[in-house]
C-alpha cells in the first residue's frame, strides 16, 4: 500500500535505490528494512488496526519493497508478488473475457504460454506481432482490443518498441498499454513517463541482481486499477514473502552501479563477438548501427547487459557450452554472475517452433546475460569455448 512519498520528491532515483523510502526503522534506528517474517499482526482493539492484519494481504517488509519500486518507476502505486509470472497473471485480470491483446511476438516463452495457454481459455484473445514496426501493431488492432503488451528491448532479439507511439494507438482504443521493462530496470528506462499504463518487472531479474530470489512487481499510477490489483494481489496469494521482498530490497541499493558494470562489459564483450569467426551476428541495443538505435537513446538512459548472437554453425552450440567455465550455462539473466542460454530449448521451449523461427530463435541462437566480473575474464571464457570448436574441426 502506498503512504506519502513526498519527503523523498527532493532526492534522486539513484538515492532512493540506496535508502529506501523511510532510509530507517523508527524504533530502533536500524538501517536496514526489518524482516517482519510474522504471518499475522496484533490488532490494537476493537475497529483499531496498525493497518497490518494478514501478510498475505499486506506486510511491512514488503510495502517498503513496493513503495520503493513505485518511486523510482515514477509510478503511484507499486505491487510486488512472489515471482514475474505471477504479476503478468495479476495484471491480465485488469481486461474482460472478450477484451483482444496485441502482444510482442518476441518476448519470454513464459509470458507466451501463460497467455496462450491458459487465459485463452477464459475468453482473452491475443494477436502475437513484431512490436518493432508500428505498422504491424496498427494492423493488428480489432474493435475489441483493449491492450497492448510490449517487451522492450525484447527477449531474446533486442527489438526496441516506440512506447511513446504504443501509447498513443491503444488509448485511442481506449486501452491500456503494458510494458514489460525487465530487460533495463527503471535505471535505463522509465514507461510510465513515455505514456505506459502499466509497467512489470520479473523482480528475479535486476531489482534483485543476486540470483538468489523470485520475484515479479507492477507498478501503474491509475487509481481506478488499484483496488482491483490489491485485491488481486491478496485473493490469489501471489504475495511476495516477506524475506524475499528483503532480498530485493537489498538488491535495489546497488542497482545503479550495478546496471553500470553490465553495460559497460557488455558493450566490450558484444563489440569482440562481432570479430570472431564463429560467430556470425550480435544482437546488442548498442551498437550505432541497431535498427532502433536512434529510439532507444531517446527514451532510455542505457543499453543494458544483454547479448543474443548467432552462431555460425548449430554444432558449436553443444560445444561452446560445455567448455564455458566462468560464465554458467543456465536460465534466467540480470544478476551478478554471467550467465548463458540457449532459448531454444530453455527460455523459449513453450513456444510453437513457427513462431520461434519467424522471431529469429533457431538452433544456432545464443543469449549471454553479461555479469558484473572482470570483462577481460568474460572474454578469455568465450574465447577458449569458441577455440575449441576450431580444434574439433567443427
Same mark, same amino acid.
Given at each position: ?69 513505485? %518511486?523510482?518507476?515514477?509510478? %503511484? ?7 514475474? /509470472? ?71 532479439? /533486442? ?12 488509448? %485511442? ?85 550495478? /546496471? ?45 547487459? /544483454? ?48 513462431? %520461434? ?38
Amino acid at each position: 500500500m502506498r503512504k506519502d512519498t513526498d519527503c523523498t520528491k527532493k532526492y534522486a532515483d539513484t538515492t532512493i535505490f540506496v535508502r529506501g523510502i523511510h532510509f530507517f526503522e523508527p524504533i530502533t534506528g536500524a538501517i536496514s528494512t526489518p524482516i517482519y517474517q510474522s504471518s499475522t499482526f496484533r490488532h490494537p482493539a476493537l475497529g483499531e488496526s496498525t493497518g497490518f492484519d494478514y501478510s498475505r494481504g499486506l506486510n511491512p517488509t514488503r510495502s517498503e519493497l513496493e513503495q520503493v519500486i513505485a %518511486r523510482i518507476e515514477h509510478g %503511484r502505486y507499486g505491487l510486488a508478488f512472489a515471482s514475474g /509470472m505471477g504479476a503478468i497473471s495479476a495484471l491480465i485480470k485488469v481486461f474482460n473475457p472478450g477484451d483482444h491483446l496485441v502482444v510482442s511476438e518476441d518476448l519470454y516463452g513464459g509470458t507466451y504460454r501463460l497467455f496462450n495457454e491458459y487465459y485463452s481459455h477464459y475468453g482473452f484473445s491475443f494477436s502475437w506481432v513484431d512490436t518493432s514496426d508500428i505498422a504491424r501493431i496498427e494492423a493488428a488492432i480489432r474493435p475489441e482490443t483493449r491492450g497492448l503488451f510490449i517487451e522492450t528491448p525484447s527477449n531474446p532479439m /533486442m527489438k526496441v518498441t516506440d512506447i511513446r507511439r504504443c501509447a498513443g494507438i491503444i488509448h %485511442r482504443q481506449g486501452g491500456l498499454l503494458v510494458v514489460d521493462n525487465t530487460l533495463l530496470s527503471p535505471c535505463f528506462q522509465n514507461p510510465l513517463d513515455l505514456g505506459a499504463d502499466l509497467v512489470v518487472h520479473s523482480g528475479t531479474k535486476y531489482l534483485a541482481g543476486h540470483n538468489d530470489t523470485l520475484a515479479g512487481c507492477i507498478v501503474h499510477s491509475r487509481e481506478d486499477l488499484e483496488p482491483l490489483l490489491r485485491n488481486n494481489q491478496k485473493s490469489e496469494g501471489a504475495s511476495l514473502s516477506p524475506f524475499d521482498a528483503w532480498l530485493v530490497l537489498r538488491g535495489i541499493k546497488t542497482l545503479a552501479i550495478r /546496471m553500470e558494470r553490465h553495460e559497460r562489459n557488455a558493450l566490450g564483450i558484444a563489440r569482440w563477438l562481432r570479430e570472431q569467426p564463429v560467430v556470425e551476428r550480435v544482437f546488442f541495443t548498442g551498437f550505432e548501427d541497431h535498427a532502433q538505435y536512434g529510439l532507444t537513446r531517446s527514451q532510455t538512459r542505457g543499453f543494458g547487459g /544483454m547479448i543474443s548472437f548467432y552462431l555460425k554453425k548449430p554444432e558449436y552450440v553443444p560445444v561452446i557450452l560445455k567448455n564455458l567455465s566462468l560464465i554458467l550455462f543456465a536460465e534466467s539473466l540480470g544478476g551478478v554472475e554471467s550467465l548463458i542460454t540457449f532459448p531454444l530449448v530453455q527460455t523459449h521451449g513453450s513456444i510453437p517452433e513457427a513462431m %520461434r523461427l519467424s522471431t529469429g530463435v533457431n538452433d544456432r541462437l545464443l543469449r549471454l546475460s553479461v555479469g558484473i566480473e572482470d570483462e577481460q575474464d568474460i572474454v578469455n571464457d568465450l574465447a577458449l569455448a569458441f577455440d575449441r570448436c576450431k580444434k574439433e574441426n567443427l
